[in-house]
């Protein structure tokens, strides 16, 4: 309003769903259950403690960064409040950037994102994807594939209700 944009486009913009990777949420089966799991770009630090500050106290982290990315960096706030850390690769065309040697890793991201998922739902906890828009598109197919839900809204809203209910289908906190 306050660059004059038209009510209409306002209304549709805050209609539009939100763009993919982007604090994207996905139910998916565990081994004892659904698990919660947000998919988000995040591949800067900033990006990083946004996500990391709207998500639960305790998750699960998949990180995957670009050896040419600030990825250590970028690690640091979505680590802080990370139960456990899977590393994998973001990129099978580019070097991934190592990070710390107390992560898991496995080199394939639907590997990763699988063990992820089991280790999420053992500890009662969602899953933050994050590191890499490249990371991202590779994890996403996988996910959508095991979606709980058949409609990506009704995946984001059961993931929004295992995630404390702060979130809802149409919007995101990040």
Do not use: N
């Not at 970028?74 to 099978?92: Q, W």
């Not at 190592?98 to 906890?125: F, M, N, Q, R, S």
């Amino acid at each position: 309003r306050t660059l004059g944009w038209p009510e209409p486009a306002l209304a549709r913009g805050l209609a539009a769903p939100a763009p993919p990777a982007r604090f994207e949420r996905f139910a998916v089966a565990g081994p004892r259950g659904p698990v919660a799991v947000v998919l988000d770009g995040a591949h800067d630090p900033a990006a990083a403690a946004r996500v990391a500050a709207a998500m639960p106290r305790r998750y699960v982290l998949l990180f995957g960064a670009l050896e040419r990315k600030q990825a250590e960096a970028t690690l640091a706030p979505l680590r802080h409040r990370a139960a456990c850390v899977v590393a994998t690769s973001a990129d099978p065309e580019e070097p991934s950037a190592a990070v710390a040697t107390d992560a898991a890793t496995l080199p394939d991201p639907h590997e990763a994102i699988a063990h992820a998922v089991a280790i999420a739902d053992a500890l009662g906890a969602p899953v933050l994807v994050a590191g890499s828009l490249h990371l991202a598109g590779r994890v996403r197919p996988w996910l959508r594939a095991h979606a709980l839900a058949a409609e990506r809204d009704l995946a984001s809203a059961d993931a929004g209700a295992m995630l404390g209910g702060r979130w809802d289908a149409s919007g995101s906190s990040a």
